[in-house]
């Protein structure tokens, strides 16, 4: 999956850390797309010499490596004419840095075991570059907020509101009938094969949304709900919660057209995984259609 970086660390704990010349600086558009460019088909990110930024504040290490975000570029106050200072002639245009959106870098780059500690850390950036984006101003007066001295938060100088980062918690799971599991696709966004998915209500267990999300979704009862596996999923701004159990009862399929376009009974030796080991999703039919679950 793609927190799977060992022997590579990503150290998410806050640190008032000045930046130096040499750290990592991401730079999102308004879009939210970040501002990489690809030597010899990897991610390499921008560092803080390359880029004229003036507010910044610091996300995490990766390793050794200390990443910041540009807050100006949350005010559009950077674009692509970085690329001005970086590239001044054909012969370097290798140099030039490009906006990728997320789903681009996931898609471009997963085919490297290499790779990817920069794409969790582009997504883990990206959770963070959402909420501060969305953190801007204050909920409860309307006055500009700031990032905090001591902690992850955003807070208000006028009227004292403290914010801190959102996680959405969301549940996938695999609901399995003998020898069969229970694939679908969504009616739009991404195209291949997927597990029941949802999120969690307000005063709802993560069991509670497991048995009402299959049920909605394809009609299915279920029972024997057990946890598997979380992941984090930046993209989203989640945080997975897998779980595995059974069809209660003979399991016919009650479709919702409006979330899927396919959900159907897939014996294990049929089932097809995603095009990348990325997600939390591919692993669990991964581990069914291998016959570990």
Same mark, same amino acid.
């Given at each position: ?23 990592? +600086? +991401? ?96 997504? $883990? ?58 694939? $679908? ?23 509670? $949304? ?70 939390? $999703? ?12």
């Amino acid at each position: 999956m793609i927190q799977d970086i060992y022997p590579s660390k990503l150290d998410n704990s806050y640190k008032n850390f000045e930046m130096r010349d040499k750290d990592v +600086l +991401l730079v999102f558009d308004e879009k939210g797309r970040i501002l990489i460019r690809e030597k010899d088909g990897k991610i390499e990110f921008p560092v803080a010499s390359e880029i004229e930024c003036g507010e910044n504040v610091y996300l995490f290490l990766v390793d050794d490596r200390r990443f910041f975000l540009a807050m100006d570029s949350i005010d559009g106050k950077i674009d692509n004419s970085v690329n001005d200072s970086i590239a001044t002639s054909e012969e370097n245009t290798d140099n030039y840095l490009k906006h990728y959106s997320i789903r681009e870098l996931r898609d471009h780059f997963s085919g490297e075991e290499s790779t990817k500690k920069y794409l969790f850390a582009a997504f $883990t950036a990206y959770h963070l570059w959402k909420w501060y984006s969305d953190s801007r101003f204050c909920g409860k007066c309307g006055s500009r907020t700031k990032p905090g001295d001591t902690e992850r938060s955003m807070c208000c100088p006028v009227c004292g509101n403290v914010i801190y980062p959102r996680i959405n918690p969301a549940v996938i799971v695999g609901v399995t009938k003998g020898d069969s599991l229970l694939i $679908t696709r969504y009616r739009s966004g991404y195209k291949h094969n997927a597990l029941v998915a949802g999120f969690t209500e307000i005063g709802e267990t993560l069991e509670g $949304t497991v048995a009402r999300e299959v049920m909605e979704e394809t009609g299915v009862r279920v029972k024997n709900i057990r946890y598997y596996k979380s992941q984090p999923w930046g993209m989203a701004q989640d945080v997975l919660v897998g779980f595995f159990c059974e069809a209660d009862g003979d399991g016919t399929i009650h479709m919702d057209e409006n979330e899927l376009k396919y959900a159907e009974w897939v014996r294990r030796e049929d089932i097809v995984l995603q095009p990348n080991n990325l997600s939390l $999703t591919n692993e669990m039919m991964r581990v069914f259609k291998e016959g570990e679950e």
